[in-house]
């Protein structure tokens, strides 16, 4: 499976169960670290690539100026139709946002239209990571920001760990998951630094934030990863059967390291700052 393979996975009813069990688990705890670092940059025009169901978006509403403008793309018109129906009414902040389908990696907007991009939790999925780069780079403005997450090692996400732990398990011949080769496989800081350079974006930091995942039952989370990501794709190719062994199992692991009631478990991912010279 390529990057961009697993990318398009995120069709069809995928995006209500990403929405429903991957986000608040996941992808709700990040949002806030990230909106936070972007509105403190006090951007007038932003662009989000890969944004998903929004949930990256909904907190930039809601946290920058009255007169900034936001762009929100998905390379997924069922991600960003879940998005749009989410957003509701303006909230005190920026108002409508537009959303667009568009491939990060072929941008459509011109040269140096947009002071800040933001990407969460999406480049892991991106075939050409420079060329991605580049255009991010070609659409910011000169002194323009670019903050963007990616996923430690699997190592230091034990859900996700437990989670490829029970599919190894059931389907000991398969390949490696989605979760293990893409969404937890580009966390080395050396690649990183190369790819924004070769884009010709200038590298600021990456920041190691550790944070909580925390779910009502391990069950929940066990099957927020086989309902609700890219590995619920993947797993259309077995029967049914493979599915519901693999939650069985990683619910039962789960639980065996994180208890029976209400779970807390640790997750890591890093944060790139980069910058148009």
């Given at each position: 499976?390529?990057d961009?393979d697993a990318?398009?996975l995120?069709?069809g009813?995928?995006?209500?169960a990403y929405?429903d069990?991957m986000v608040?688990?996941f992808?709700q705890p990040?949002a806030?670290d990230l909106?936070?670092?972007?509105a403190?940059?006090?951007p007038?025009?932003v662009?989000?690539i890969a944004?998903?169901?929004?949930?990256?978006?909904r907190?930039?509403v809601?946290?920058l100026?009255?007169?900034?403008t936001?762009?929100a793309?998905?390379?997924?018109?069922d991600?960003?139709?879940?998005a749009a129906a989410?957003e509701?009414?303006p909230?005190?902040?920026t108002?409508d946002?537009?959303w667009?389908?568009?491939d990060?990696?072929r941008?459509?907007?011109?040269?140096?239209s947009?002071?800040l991009?933001v990407?969460q939790?999406?480049?892991m999925?991106f075939?050409?990571?420079p060329?991605?780069n580049?255009e991010?780079m070609?659409?910011l403005?000169?002194?323009g920001?670019?903050?963007?997450s990616a996923w430690d090692?699997?190592?230091?996400?034990?859900?996700?760990s437990l989670?490829?732990?029970?599919?190894?398990?059931?389907?000991?011949?398969?390949r490696?998951?989605?979760i293990?080769?893409?969404a937890?496989?580009?966390?080395?800081?050396?690649r990183?630094?190369?790819d924004?350079?070769?884009?010709?974006?200038?590298?600021?930091?990456?920041?190691t934030?550790?944070?909580v995942?925390v779910?009502?039952?391990?069950?929940?989370?066990?099957?927020?990863?086989a309902y609700?990501?890219a590995l619920?794709?993947q797993?259309?190719g077995?029967?049914?059967?493979?599915?519901e062994?693999?939650?069985?199992?990683?619910t039962?692991?789960i639980e065996h390291?994180?208890?029976?009631?209400?779970?807390?478990?640790?997750?890591?991912?890093?944060v790139v700052?980069a910058?148009?010279?």
């Amino acid at each position: 499976m390529s990057d961009r393979d697993a990318g398009m996975l995120f069709q069809g009813s995928l995006p209500d169960a990403y929405e429903d069990l991957m986000v608040p688990l996941f992808f709700q705890p990040f949002a806030e670290d990230l909106v936070a670092r972007a509105a403190a940059l006090e951007p007038v025009d932003v662009l989000e690539i890969a944004a998903g169901t929004g949930v990256v978006t909904r907190g930039l509403v809601g946290s920058l100026p009255g007169d900034s403008t936001i762009v929100a793309t998905d390379l997924n018109s069922d991600m960003l139709a879940v998005a749009a129906a989410l957003e509701g009414e303006p909230t005190e902040g920026t108002g409508d946002v537009t959303w667009r389908v568009a491939d990060a990696q072929r941008l459509p907007f011109d040269d140096g239209s947009f002071d800040l991009v933001v990407c969460q939790f999406g480049v892991m999925f991106f075939r050409d990571r420079p060329g991605s780069n580049a255009e991010v780079m070609r659409v910011l403005r000169t002194g323009g920001n670019y903050i963007f997450s990616a996923w430690d090692s699997i190592a230091t996400n034990p859900i996700p760990s437990l989670v490829d732990e029970a599919y190894r398990r059931v389907l000991p011949d398969a390949r490696p998951n989605v979760i293990t080769s893409v969404a937890h496989g580009y966390h080395d800081h050396d690649r990183i630094r190369a790819d924004v350079e070769a884009g010709g974006l200038v590298l600021g930091t990456i920041d190691t934030v550790d944070l909580v995942a925390v779910a009502d039952s391990a069950q929940i989370a066990a099957a927020a990863l086989a309902y609700g990501s890219a590995l619920a794709a993947q797993l259309d190719g077995y029967p049914s059967s493979a599915r519901e062994e693999i939650e069985m199992i990683a619910t039962q692991l789960i639980e065996h390291e994180f208890g029976t009631g209400p779970i807390r478990a640790p997750m890591r991912a890093f944060v790139v700052t980069a910058l148009r010279p």
